[in-house]
């Protein structure tokens, strides 16, 4: 059973500091997402990471694969309050997404 | 281009009632998916279909639970006989092709309360 983890599941960080959420997954996949979620929201989109080495950035976000590490990173730069959201990682296992238990961001001034 | 569009956005309903939840992909979206969120959790899978299949139900309670989504309409996944942990909002997704060639959009949820 393929199981993905999220770490920190919570995080406070200051305006302007820099900071990485981590997603771990146990099985195979080349396929990895990114979503945010506001407060009593929908998920918005963020990333899709389709290959080995696959880098996005958009804005103060930067996500990042490595399917042999089975490790994706979500990278946070000058952290604005804007960014307080819970963001997921979702992994594609036969043509479903399975989600992480995401992690609630706090960004304070 | 609207949205995934789920109805209702709240329904409140007292054990042993039914709860029906519908989603209406985005136009020229053939998969749907269900998933649920307990409150402070991730999302759960809970079903993948296409029209009038159901491809994996894998996620679902075997009692109570069913999903279906037909030629013409929208998907409807009903939970009979609705128990206090049933309590959660379930957001619908949709997707043009498999995801793995695509991304998936979700709607903005339907939030259950069972007193």
């Known amino acids: ?109 | 281009n609207a949205g995934v569009m789920q109805n209702p956005r709240h329904l409140v309903r007292r054990r042993g009632q039914e709860a029906r939840l519908r989603c209406s992909p985005m136009k020229g979206h053939s998969h749907v998916y269900w998933y649920r969120q307990l409150p402070e959790e991730g999302l759960k899978f809970m079903v993948y279909l296409q029209k009038e299949n159901i491809i994996d139900e894998s996620g679902m309670p075997k009692e109570r639970f069913s999903a279906e989504f037909p030629k013409e309409g929208p998907s409807i996944l009903r939970i009979q006989q609705v128990v206090r942990g049933d309590s959660a909002a379930y957001f619908c997704a949709s997707s043009r092709l498999v995801p793995n060639t695509g991304e998936l959009f979700f709607g903005e949820g339907s939030r259950l309360t069972v007193l």
Not at chain 1, 38 to 58: H, I, M, R, T, Y
Not at chain 1, 66 to 92: E, G, M, N, P, Q
Request: hydrophobic share 40%; glycine share 6%; charged share 20%.
């Open chain 1, 1 to 109: 059973e393929l199981k993905v983890e999220q770490n920190p599941l919570f995080l406070s960080m200051q305006e302007g500091k820099n900071y990485t959420i981590y997603c771990n997954y146990s099985t195979t996949s080349d396929r990895l997402y990114w979503y945010r979620q506001d407060p009593g929201k929908s998920l918005e989109s963020l990333f899709v990471l389709l290959s080995n080495g696959a880098v996005k950035q958009e804005g103060r976000l930067m996500a990042s694969l490595d399917t042999k590490a089975r490790l994706s990173t979500l990278h946070i730069t000058a952290a604005v309050h804007d960014l307080s959201a819970t963001y997921f990682c979702a992994v594609l296992m036969a043509d479903k997404l399975i989600f992480g238990t995401g992690t609630r961001l706090q960004v304070f001034p």
